[in-house]
């Protein structure tokens, strides 16, 4: 019963509220409705641009190696195989 209790606020802490606005939307949604799936990737979309995040066509599962796309975090396939240096 604890999981019913969690609101999308205390999921959603430190997010965007694109987050907690699309759990409530889907945990509001009738079980046989069609989801507004225009206003989802609009959510999306715009919380996106307000964090300065650029669509830039790129995947994180695209990049291989220690290869990445402008200033972007980069991670190597296998993150065992890096030496930590001090």
């Known amino acids: 019963m604890k999981k019913k209790s969690v609101t999308t606020n205390t999921l ?3 997010l965007p509220s694109a987050f907690n606005l699309f759990l409530r939307y889907a945990w509001n949604l009738a079980f046989n409705a069609s989801p507004d799936y225009y ?6 979309e715009d919380a996106s641009s307000a964090s ?3 669509n830039d066509g790129v995947f ?11 200033d972007q975090l980069c991670y190597p396939d296998d993150p065992l195989s890096l030496e930590l240096s001090e």
Not at 63 to 70: D, F, I, P, Q, S
């Open 60 to 70: 994180d599962w695209d990049l291989t190696g220690m290869e990445c796309a402008g």
């Open 52 to 54: 300065g995040f650029m």
């Open 12 to 14: 959603c802490a430190g």
């Open 39 to 44: 206003y989802i990737r609009k959510l999306f």
